[in-house]
């Protein structure tokens, strides 16, 4: 359990290092994000250019990945972002994090660029370099295949086209589906040419206490299969929240002019897509569909940001799209997201067809959308404005960026429109790596029936059960992301976490009882507490390093200043005076100044640690 | 009286429709989700606890207003309302 390794791979000097790491280290960080993080706050310069080879390239299984606790096949991949500048990390799912566990490893990270494509092999304590001219080229399912025609039954992490070709928002995926969509991981993969980390595995994990363990997983597991939500994460999936956000106007569409599109959207119509329901590792909810037109999807992502965001009016189109997408190795939040963005100035007149390379742009156009989105990954055209992402707002007329929907310069990440629901709105605000509702997202908001008392106990505080202020947010997004923050250290998915889907699900005290188990530490409540917050800081610090500021934690133009259009959310905006104060008592919850900068005792406790 | 009911998913599967029209006796909420439970029995332990109340896992929408927890089920409907029916999930 406790003696995987850190491999450290030298992709310029062709130099690899085998290091343990410290119990201390683990203890402070547990695993996954947190590591991840702490490494890249320490080994990033400042000032470099993320697609530079000075930049690093971390990929970490959770503490308890690869073991029998629920839904704990997740890892992290973590960067400085050519997306945004700041904080590039991701979280995904599937087979391949416990695999590279079994091979010996926590965690890889790569330094420098190597000199022609390449992917990594780990197997049963070691690691290789490896050439991978023959696999270069391939798109994220064929080389795949590739791979496992070549080599058996090995497990990896790939980029795609997109990856290859620099595309600031390629992702990194395992599977079909499973994507390490966000801020651009694929892409600085493609910087260091590598296409891939391979990773075939026979040690088995040593489980200090086997029969805890399995007492521990046996009643969490009884527990999470009582809930009524978990049924329906297992047969519908996430597209039933398309439409429990459409009811009161909270669907991103057409570049967020609307806030509520179709009811073809709906579960029900993608029931007729869906071919079977499966799992990623360890996890008995299995929530993802294997799709009938050759791919898997769609996810609630998919069906608003390649659909209701750029106007679709076919589900069937919307879902060949992402298949597509998936394919090309792009993440489907921003891939969605620039395509409205673009758009809608095209629309408005802000760029012509000079601009587009006589592309004529308009919503619901699916054979203009399907050749863009090829063009994108290729950068052919204007495909290769498009494939800078934010950074093409001077080109498209909108240095301001006031049309896109993005903070920190990432897009966002769902399709919720979060001008109804405040706490949201401060959640997507404050994320360390930008629009992003897996940070923060207090679901518990929706369960406008959860008892005032029920929601106090959980949040700590006295909040008010009215979801359309921000007074009282700042303790439930806080209090969120501490919890997530935790929940990703251990690469254990957020869909059983207390506090994303459920008032019930893994809380702290079924967190402690599994570490302890795994590992055999007496591990205490307040060490567990702690390392959330640990992990927000050094995010926090590490983004500070690259420039950001206060100025960053905000939104998007128009949910400030245009209100929503339609349904329930109808006027509703986010107050900018408002919001600063929220912002205010946010940073004083996180025990930040009043620029939201970490406190120097507080770095100084971070530094120490090793 | 009659208001018009739609149900998501799971409740739309266990009814077998997800809209209807209901007519049923009395005049508030608690009344509306008895006459629905008569026609549906499978939903009442959907959605109420084993207390018998509305359990918080389930959103209540009048007319697009989300009923909250201290609205009671006591509260009156009236002609033509809908009600709609589902439960709260994240993800992405």
Same mark, same amino acid.
């Given at each position: 359990?406790?003696?995987?390794?850190?491999?450290?791979?030298?992709?310029?000097?062709?130099?690899?290092?085998?290091?343990?790491?410290?119990?201390?280290?683990?203890?402070?960080?547990?695993?996954?994000?947190?590591?991840?993080?702490?490494?890249?706050?320490?080994?990033?310069?400042?000032?470099?250019?993320?697609?530079?080879?000075?930049?690093?390239?971390?990929?970490?299984?959770?503490?308890?990945?690869?073991?029998?606790?629920?839904?704990?096949?997740?890892?992290?991949?973590?960067?400085?972002?050519?997306?945004?500048?700041?904080?590039?990390?991701?979280?995904?799912?599937?087979?391949?994090?416990?695999?590279?566990?079994?091979?010996?490893?926590?965690?890889?990270?790569?330094?420098?660029?190597?000199?022609?494509?390449?992917?990594?092999?780990?197997?049963?304590?070691?690691?290789?370099?490896?050439?991978?001219?023959?696999?270069?080229?391939?798109?994220?399912?064929?080389?795949?295949?590739?791979?496992?025609?070549?080599?058996?039954?090995?497990?990896?992490?790939?980029?795609?086209?997109?990856?290859?070709?620099?595309?600031?928002?390629?992702?990194?995926?395992?599977?079909?589906?499973?994507?390490?969509?966000?801020?651009?991981?694929?892409?600085?993969?493609?910087?260091?040419?590598?296409?891939?980390?391979?990773?075939?595995?026979?040690?088995?994990?040593?489980?200090?206490?086997?029969?805890?363990?399995?007492?521990?997983?046996?009643?969490?597991?009884?527990?999470?299969?009582?809930?009524?939500?978990?049924?329906?994460?297992?047969?519908?999936?996430?597209?039933?929240?398309?439409?429990?956000?459409?009811?009161?106007?909270?669907?991103?569409?057409?570049?967020?002019?609307?806030?509520?599109?179709?009811?073809?959207?709906?579960?029900?119509?993608?029931?007729?897509?869906?071919?079977?329901?499966?799992?990623?590792?360890?996890?008995?909810?299995?929530?993802?569909?294997?799709?009938?037109?050759?791919?898997?999807?769609?996810?609630?992502?998919?069906?608003?940001?390649?659909?209701?965001?750029?106007?679709?009016?076919?589900?069937?189109?919307?879902?060949?799209?992402?298949?597509?997408?998936?394919?090309?190795?792009?993440?489907?939040?921003?891939?969605?997201?620039?395509?409205?963005?673009?758009?809608?100035?095209?629309?408005?007149?802000?760029?012509?067809?000079?601009?587009?390379?006589?592309?004529?742009? %308009?919503? /619901?156009? $699916?054979? +203009?959308?399907?050749? #863009?989105?090829?063009?994108?990954?290729?950068?052919? =055209? &204007?495909?290769?404005?498009?494939?800078?992402?934010?950074?093409?707002?001077?080109?498209?007329?909108?240095?301001?960026?006031?049309?896109?929907?993005?903070?920190?310069?990432?897009?966002?990440?769902?399709?919720?429109?979060?001008?109804?629901?405040?706490?949201?709105?401060?959640?997507?605000?404050?994320?360390?790596?930008?629009?992003?509702?897996?940070?923060?997202?207090?679901?518990?908001?929706?369960?406008?029936?959860?008892?005032?008392?029920?929601?106090?106990?959980?949040?700590?505080?006295?909040?008010?059960?009215?979801?359309?202020?921000?007074?009282?947010?700042?303790?439930?997004?806080?209090? %969120?992301? /501490?919890? $997530?923050? +935790?929940?990703?250290? #251990?690469?254990?998915?957020?869909?059983?976490?207390? =506090? &994303?889907?459920?008032?019930?699900?893994?809380?702290?005290?079924?967190?402690?009882?599994?570490?302890?188990?795994?590992?055999?530490?007496?591990?205490?409540?307040?060490?567990?507490?702690?390392?959330?917050?640990?992990?927000?800081?050094?995010?926090?610090?590490?983004?500070?390093?690259?420039?950001?500021?206060?100025?960053?934690?905000?939104?998007?133009?128009?949910?400030?200043?245009?209100?929503?259009?339609?349904?329930?959310?109808?006027?509703?905006?986010?107050?900018?005076?408002?919001?600063?104060?929220?912002?205010?008592?946010?940073?004083?919850?996180?025990?930040?100044?009043?620029?939201?900068?970490?406190?120097?005792?507080?770095?100084?406790?971070?530094?120490?640690?090793? | 009286?009659?208001?018009?009911?739609?149900?998501?998913?799971?409740?739309?599967?266990?009814?077998?429709?997800?809209?209807?029209?209901?007519?049923?006796?009395?005049?508030?909420?608690?009344?509306?989700?008895?006459?629905?439970?008569?026609?549906?029995?499978?939903?009442?332990?959907?959605?109420?606890?084993?207390?018998?109340?509305?359990?918080?896992?389930?959103?209540?929408?009048?007319?697009?207003?989300?009923?909250?927890?201290?609205?009671?089920?006591?509260?009156?409907?009236?002609?033509?309302?809908?009600?709609?029916?589902?439960?709260?999930?994240?993800?992405?």
């Amino acid at each position: 359990m406790l003696n995987r390794k850190l491999g450290v791979v030298d992709l310029s000097k062709g130099k690899i290092e085998i290091q343990e790491v410290s119990e201390s280290l683990r203890k402070a960080l547990l695993g996954g994000r947190g590591f991840n993080s702490y490494y890249l706050w320490n080994m990033v310069p400042e000032g470099i250019d993320p697609l530079s080879p000075e930049n690093v390239l971390i990929f970490g299984a959770g503490f308890l990945t690869g073991t029998l606790a629920p839904s704990s096949g997740r890892f992290n991949v973590s960067a400085k972002s050519p997306e945004t500048g700041f904080l590039g990390d991701t979280n995904c799912g599937g087979f391949f994090a416990p695999e590279l566990r079994y091979a010996g490893f926590d965690r890889l990270i790569l330094k420098g660029k190597a000199e022609k494509p390449s992917y990594i092999y780990v197997e049963d304590g070691a690691i290789e370099i490896r050439d991978a001219q023959d696999y270069w080229g391939l798109d994220t399912l064929d080389v795949q295949k590739a791979f496992r025609k070549d080599l058996g039954q090995v497990e990896m992490a790939v980029c795609g086209v997109a990856g290859e070709n620099l595309v600031r928002y390629a992702c990194i995926r395992t599977g079909i589906k499973n994507a390490g969509g966000r801020t651009g991981m694929g892409c600085v993969m493609g910087s260091k040419n590598i296409k891939a980390i391979v990773a075939q595995g026979t040690i088995g994990i040593e489980i200090a206490h086997p029969e805890e363990m399995l007492k521990t997983v046996e009643e969490l597991k009884d527990y999470i299969m009582k809930s009524k939500i978990t049924p329906i994460l297992g047969s519908v999936g996430t597209p039933l929240l398309y439409e429990v956000s459409n009811a009161f106007g909270g669907i991103r569409t057409k570049n967020s002019q609307l806030n509520a599109w179709s009811d073809d959207f709906n579960a029900s119509e993608v029931e007729k897509f869906v071919e079977k329901m499966i799992s990623c590792s360890s996890c008995f909810v299995h929530c993802r569909h294997r799709n009938t037109l050759g791919g898997e999807g769609p996810e609630y992502t998919a069906l608003g940001l390649l659909g209701s965001n750029i106007g679709m009016e076919k589900l069937e189109d919307c879902i060949k799209m992402q298949n597509q997408v998936n394919d090309l190795g792009l993440d489907v939040s921003s891939t969605g997201t620039y395509l409205a963005w673009a758009t809608e100035l095209f629309e408005k007149g802000l760029i012509d067809e000079k601009v587009t390379g006589g592309i004529d742009l %308009s919503f /619901n156009d $699916f054979e +203009t959308y399907t050749k #863009l989105i090829d063009m994108i990954s290729r950068r052919e =055209g &204007f495909g290769d404005i498009l494939a800078e992402g934010q950074w093409a707002a001077e080109k498209l007329n909108d240095p301001n960026r006031d049309y896109l929907i993005a903070v920190k310069g990432l897009p966002q990440s769902d399709p919720h429109d979060v001008r109804y629901m405040k706490a949201f709105a401060l959640g997507i605000a404050t994320s360390s790596r930008g629009a992003d509702h897996l940070r923060s997202r207090p679901t518990l908001e929706i369960f406008f029936k959860l008892p005032p008392d029920v929601r106090n106990k959980i949040y700590g505080a006295e909040i008010a059960n009215n979801p359309i202020t921000l007074d009282t947010k700042e303790h439930v997004v806080s209090w %969120s992301e /501490n919890i $997530f923050a +935790t929940i990703d250290c #251990l690469g254990m998915c957020k869909f059983i976490c207390h =506090g &994303f889907n459920s008032p019930h699900f893994v809380d702290y005290d079924w967190m402690l009882r599994l570490i302890n188990a795994a590992s055999g530490w007496d591990y205490t409540d307040a060490q567990l507490r702690a390392v959330g917050p640990r992990v927000i800081d050094i995010e926090r610090l590490f983004n500070m390093k690259h420039g950001l500021t206060k100025a960053h934690d905000t939104l998007p133009k128009k949910y400030f200043d245009d209100p929503s259009p339609l349904k329930v959310a109808k006027g509703h905006h986010i107050d900018r005076e408002e919001f600063a104060k929220a912002l205010d008592r946010f940073y004083e919850v996180k025990g930040w100044t009043p620029q939201g900068k970490v406190k120097d005792d507080r770095i100084a406790e971070l530094e120490a640690i090793a | 009286m009659r208001i018009k009911v739609k149900l998501l998913k799971p409740f739309s599967d266990i009814a077998g429709k997800d809209e209807m029209d209901l007519d049923f006796e009395g005049e508030n909420i608690q009344n509306a989700l008895d006459g629905l439970c008569e026609l549906y029995p499978n939903l009442r332990k959907e959605l109420f606890n084993e207390k018998g109340d509305v359990d918080f896992n389930i959103n209540i929408f009048i007319n697009d207003k989300p009923m909250t927890a201290e609205d009671d089920t006591t509260t009156n409907l009236s002609e033509g309302d809908i009600l709609l029916i589902f439960m709260p999930v994240a993800g992405g």
